[in-house]
């Protein structure tokens, strides 16, 4: 996993290639979306003795555009070593892979920002051999994404939203609103790297702390929308049941036996349904001693298992 914030900030880009592409066609550049994408080395050192790693690498293949080369650099502050390293990336990538070459520069605070979007040029004032145009990604032209069905729908987008306006007002409705997000995620794996990435991006900034606070609850909050209306679904039911069977007896212990049976039947049968939407093989032995049992604390110990279990006997474990 991710290891710092600067590297949250590139790292995003590595998993989600596409965020590129919609974050600057918010601002008018038509970037078509990723058909095909690769993880290059980041290692640019040559035979002499000096390493020079950039720190992602990506080559990106669209149907109009063809393929081209995107460099993704995150930048904390200033750098006066920056410049001439970028054009040293940007003409070696493309002597290398003789594609064009696109350098990303993504920032966490608008000070940063306005000094890398700077164009840099190598040459004579009368005449510049180089000149570098960095594309720039910071509080001055992502998203403030705070509205929750924009987060939903891309929530890459509302990462790097969360992580390049850290330092901004807004920060806290941007944080509500990616975790409201990540509640609805269906995969727990996904939820978790995007929680990681958010944190690990914001570093050690006060929205930092904010974003801990958010992701400090229960983990039931973060099980997937379906699992926890199946649990809704099987209680309604199981109470159901219950006072259809106790009516039927007419005695009280008719009524609270009718509602015990229904909801062990109830949960035995969401719990079979959602190891079966995952996935997950269960035996017919595993099946009988399930069907066998009647404590519903020990069958409730089992649906929670189910939600995230790898195989049946991690949930019986």
């Known amino acids: 996993m991710v290891g710092s914030a600067h590297e949250a900030m590139h790292r995003l880009f590595q998993d989600n290639p596409g965020v590129f592409a919609r974050a600057f066609r918010v601002l008018g550049l038509p970037f078509d979306d990723p058909a095909e994408v690769a993880v290059l080395t980041n290692d640019l050192t040559e035979i002499r003795p000096l390493e020079r790693r950039v720190d992602t690498l990506l080559r990106i293949t669209t149907v109009r555009e063809g393929s081209f080369l995107l460099l993704v650099e995150a930048q904390n502050k200033p750098d006066p070593d920056k410049p001439s390293a970028w054009a040293y990336y940007l003409a070696h990538l493309h002597e290398k892979y003789r594609l064009p070459v696109v350098l990303l520069v993504v920032c966490r605070d608008t000070r940063t920002a306005d000094w890398a979007i700077q164009p840099i040029t190598i040459g004579l004032p009368q005449w510049a051999s180089i000149i570098v145009r960095p594309l720039v990604l910071g509080p001055h032209n992502v ?120 909801r062990v039947e109830e949960v035995i049968g969401k719990t079979m349904r959602l190891l079966e939407a995952r996935g997950i093989d269960v035996p017919e032995s595993a099946r009988e001693h399930m069907q066998a049992c009647t404590d519903l604390d020990v069958l409730d110990r089992w649906f929670d298992r189910a939600i995230t279990a790898a195989d049946i006997d991690e949930v019986l474990a």
Do not use: C
Not at 148 to 171: E, G, N, W
Not at 209 to 217: A, I, N, R
Not at 221 to 240: C, I, K, N, P, V
């Open 143 to 262: 998203p403030v994404v705070t509205d929750p069905a924009v987060a939903a729908a891309d929530i890459p987008l509302a990462v790097l939203s969360a992580i390049t306006h850290a330092k901004d007002r807004s920060i806290d409705a941007i944080l509500k609103t990616l975790a409201d997000a990540l509640h609805e995620l269906e995969d727990e794996e996904d939820l978790h790297v995007f929680a990681e990435l958010t944190e690990l991006g914001l570093g050690a900034t006060r929205a930092a702390k904010t974003w801990s606070k958010l992701m400090s609850v229960d983990l039931s909050f973060y099980r997937s929308r379906t699992s926890q209306r199946l649990r809704a679904e099987g209680r309604a039911e199981g109470r159901a049941e219950g006072r259809v069977e106790g009516r039927a007896e007419g005695r009280f212990e008719g009524r609270a036996e009718g509602r015990v049976e229904g």
